[in-house]
């Protein structure tokens, strides 16, 4: 099993070329479910955390929203800067770990997106990035948690898998811990004769769980989604898009 535990720092770097197999097209649509789902409309300040790249965070920026982006690896916050000056955008970069931010009823909307979720071993320090951004939003805030789903997983599960991104290979070698419900993969990067290899768990959650998580840290009005076509999830469903609201009444918290 892993050693690393800080595993993300190794990773994603090489990770990088995979966010090309996310389309403009999937993109601007999940952007637009965003907006719509959150209730988020020009001057709300919104919490990308972790930002990556930029992939929703430039797009609503673009869009006269005020986003901050937390993310660890120094060289995406990078391409990031680079790309809101290039785009005349304005986005608030900060480099910390997610369980570290410390933001309290700054923003009116947040999210978690595209699969950042479940990376600690530890189960608190799971909830911890939950209870995080909790904090960080106003009251009557909303956050999006955008995962994959536990169950699908189970019915879909393939113990190794490769696809092309871009002039790299990539192999993912899984293994699938049924005690704590990780996903312990190898990620092998082959480009130009040369490989690598990464090692990276998943803490893997079903929908019920995630609600119980949500509503531990406070949020209610909770709803998940399997498709930004309101689907609902189910074992047919591969990604979740759960959303909590933060009680507006301090009585209700
Ligand atoms: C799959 S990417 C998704 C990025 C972005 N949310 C998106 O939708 O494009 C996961 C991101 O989590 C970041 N990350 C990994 N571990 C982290 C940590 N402990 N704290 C903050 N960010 C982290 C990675 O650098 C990467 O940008």
Not at 1 to 7: A, L, Q, R
Not at 53 to 60: E, H, S, T, V
Not at 78 to 86: I, Q
Not at 205 to 232: C, Q, R, W
Request: aromatic share 12%.
């Amino acid at each position: 099993m892993i050693k690393n535990t800080d595993w993300w720092n190794d990773f994603f770097p090489t990770f990088r070329s995979v966010f090309y197999r996310i389309s403009k097209k999937d993109t601007n649509a999940q952007v637009r479910y965003i907006i719509k789902k959150l209730n988020i409309s020009p001057g709300n300040k919104f919490l990308d955390c972790p930002c990556g790249i930029g992939r929703i965070a430039l797009p609503l920026a673009g869009r006269g929203i005020k986003v901050t982006g937390i993310d660890i690896i120094p060289s995406y916050l990078e391409e990031l800067g680079k790309k809101a000056k290039r785009q005349d955008l304005m986005i608030k970069l900060v480099r910390n770990d997610m369980r570290r931010i410390n933001f309290k009823e700054e923003f009116d909307a947040g999210a978690n997106l595209w699969t950042s979720y479940g990376y600690f071993e530890k189960e608190s320090d799971n909830l911890l990035v939950l209870k995080k951004m909790y904090q960080a939003l106003k009251p009557g805030g909303k956050f999006m948690l955008h995962v994959i789903n536990r169950d699908w997983i189970m019915a879909n599960y393939s113990p190794r898998d490769w696809f092309q991104a871009g002039d790299i290979r990539v192999l993912e070698k899984r293994k699938f811990d049924y005690a704590t419900s990780i996903n312990h993969s190898e990620w092998c990067f082959l480009k130009e004769g040369k490989e690598t290899s990464h090692q990276v768990i998943i803490r893997m959650y079903s929908y019920h769980e995630l609600i119980a998580m949500f509503k531990s840290v406070g949020f209610v009005d909770i709803n998940g989604y399997g498709t930004i076509k309101d689907e609902p999830i189910s074992r047919d469903t591969m990604m979740m898009f759960i959303i909590g609201t933060k009680p507006r009444k301090k009585s209700d918290r």
